[in-house]
């Protein structure tokens, strides 16, 4: 099926029973040793590390890169199905995402200083032979509906439990 009649499935589907529109996602993660994290779930599995100016190893790409990349994913992923809801081709979809940190903010140093991100830059470059107005509307409300952009720059709940768990 095309990715329009997956989507138009979908929302056939989700009008008829909207409980099938919700899940829950679970990732793991596994710090092992010093900064290196394992993230897994299911069958996938990746590392996350930090730069050794930073402490680290650099066993991976930081938490930063994983989440720039996320955003960027997301939206592009996001834009090629509503660009094929309204039937508009595209060549290609390329994001760089940027964004601005003060690091005093995450290790602590100034409580004034927020610990992410100050600001977040899209550089959204679509190579298609369509009306632009027609891709630049679709973009606009692939937008409104993307999960990691509503994330960045929503504030929603998160709950924490800890364990604590004594090892002799």
């Known amino acids: 099926m095309s990715i329009k009649e997956v989507q138009e499935r979908k929302i056939e589907i989700f009008k008829n029973r909207p409980a099938a529109a919700q899940s829950t996602g679970q990732t793991n993660v596994l710090l092992s040793s010093g900064t290196r994290c394992e993230i897994s779930q299911d069958d996938w599995k990746m590392v996350c590390g930090q730069p050794k100016q930073s402490g680290g190893g650099s066993e991976g790409p930081d938490p930063g890169v994983f989440g720039r990349g996320a955003l960027g994913a997301c939206l592009a992923q996001g834009y090629a199905l509503h660009l094929a809801r309204r039937e508009l081709s595209f060549e290609s979809i390329s994001i760089e995402v940027q964004s601005d940190i ?67």
């Open 102 to 168: 003060d690091a005093r903010g995450s290790i602590g140093m100034d409580d004034a200083i927020p610990p992410g991100y100050q600001a977040l830059r899209l550089k959204v470059q679509i190579e298609s032979r369509e009306d632009a107005n027609a891709i630049r509307e679709a973009i606009d409300f692939a937008d409104q509906h993307s999960p990691w952009l509503y994330n960045l720059i929503t504030a929603i709940p998160a709950e924490r439990d800890i364990v604590v768990r004594t090892v002799s």
